[in-house]
């Protein structure tokens, strides 16, 4: 099994989980609320912060843009968008700061003119989303910049994932299983896949979920997956449609705490009498 390098964190099989916190546009295009999400992933021990980053007019086609939608920062799609978009200083800003924390950062980019604008921030990986698994140009574009990718893998049959992988090659690449729902229900999760794909392909696979609540993404991570992927959220109730999704900071705490703790649960397989149990059994076994 193949081993990734992000930054300077090595992920596959026998090393720590490789948490990242998805701020995604959860930060409703304000840098205030980015840096504390960033606070929030930092103070949890999350390895990673990410980002979306889209050029709003090659994403959205005109007529999309211009439908009417009530947001705070106007009446239609097209200043919704807008209003949740960080440009150049913005991620500076943000580079700086997670420097400063220091968490690693990237993020996904849903188009090629987003994938090249992060040239100048030296992103330590890659992110593509479950919605371009089956974009070649942005696939290609992507492996261009020679860094390690993440790949997510909702809303895709095996053979998009087949098609996806052949085109991105194996040897930086981690592959997510993934729930496209939001959030997702018990039934959608289908943490059986992780196993599935592990048995498929010889890197690493990790869990980007969508879920409610904290124990499927524990469960993925005692299935296997070297990386957990969750949506982060200052409030579940603010505005936008990815923070019901979302993980609060006293369940990434926890969740984060958890995951940590399943290498010392899951032990060596050894069957052995512990020297904590030798009084118990003292004081419990009967002797005849």
Request: glycine share 6%; proline share 5%; with cysteine.
């Amino acid at each position: 099994m193949k081993k990734v390098k992000i930054g300077s964190k090595l992920i596959g099989e026998g090393e720590p989980v490789f948490f990242i916190a998805e701020i995604g546009i959860n930060h409703n295009g304000n840098i205030d609320i980015a840096k504390e999400l960033i606070d929030v992933a930092s103070d949890a021990g999350c390895d990673a912060v990410k980002f979306q980053k889209r050029t709003v007019d090659i994403v959205y086609t005109k007529e999309e843009l211009d439908r009417p939608r009530e947001s705070p920062w106007g009446t239609t799609n097209r200043e919704q968008k807008k209003g949740l978009e960080f440009e150049y200083d913005e991620y500076k800003e943000i580079d700086k700061y997670c420097k400063k924390k220091k968490i690693l950062w990237f993020a996904s980019a849903w188009d090629e003119k987003s994938v090249d604008f992060f040239d100048d921030f030296n992103l330590p990986c890659y992110k593509i989303p479950s919605a371009l698994l089956t974009h070649d140009d942005i696939l290609i574009k992507t492996k261009s910049k020679d860094k390690p990718i993440i790949l997510s893998t909702g809303m895709s049959t095996l053979d998009q994932i087949k098609h996806a992988v052949k085109i991105l090659e194996l040897d930086r690449l981690v592959i997510l299983h993934c729930t496209s729902t939001y959030p997702s229900a018990p039934e959608e999760l289908n943490l059986k896949m992780i196993p599935k794909l592990k048995e498929m392909y010889p890197c690493p696979i990790g869990y980007s979920g969508h879920e409610t609540g904290v124990f499927s993404s524990s469960a993925a991570a005692v299935m296997g997956a070297c990386v957990i992927e969750r949506h982060i959220t200052l409030d579940r109730a603010m505005y936008g449609s990815d923070q019901a999704a979302s993980l609060g900071p006293p369940g990434l705490k926890r969740l984060v705490r958890d995951i940590h703790l399943i290498p010392k649960i899951m032990g060596d397989g050894v069957k052995r009498v512990y020297d904590t149990e030798v009084p118990i059994m003292e004081k419990l076994r009967r002797k005849n």
